[in-house]
């Protein structure tokens, strides 16, 4: 199951869901567990690449791995919301991506704070 594109991606959860999940969580309570898994991913980066310490040592050690497996439980949540709501990821990736594209090139060119000096 490697190289999945979004769409197989979301009927890869659904049929997760519909087999061994039996059936969706509402939609209100998978947005809960949603923010419980994005503030699980906050917690790693503020102790990878911020000033907080770990409490145990063999998190520090793991912590690479901790932040991959709550990064794909983040994407398994909102792949699920996806599905439940009738998104498709692909599509609105793709979307998003030219939005963004037309929005911001020249912003990010023009923009100070992001031009790094040349080595």
């Known amino acids: 199951m490697t190289n999945l594109t979004l769409n197989e ?46 409490k145990r040592k063999e998190d520090e050690v793991n912590a690479p791995l901790m932040l991959a497996e709550e990064m794909a439980d983040v994407l398994f949540v909102l792949v699920c919301l996806a599905n439940q709501t009738g998104i498709n990821l692909q599509e609105a990736m793709v979307k998003n991506l030219e939005k963004k594209t037309i929005r911001d090139e020249e912003r990010h060119k023009n923009n100070p704070k992001l031009n790094k000096p040349s080595t």
């Open 9 to 54: 991606v979301q009927k890869v959860v659904d049929e997760w869901i519909n087999s061994i999940g039996i059936t969706y969580y509402s939609e209100l309570t998978n947005t809960a567990i949603l923010t419980e898994e994005v503030g699980e991913v906050a917690r790693l980066m503020a102790r990878i690449y911020g000033e907080q310490s770990f």
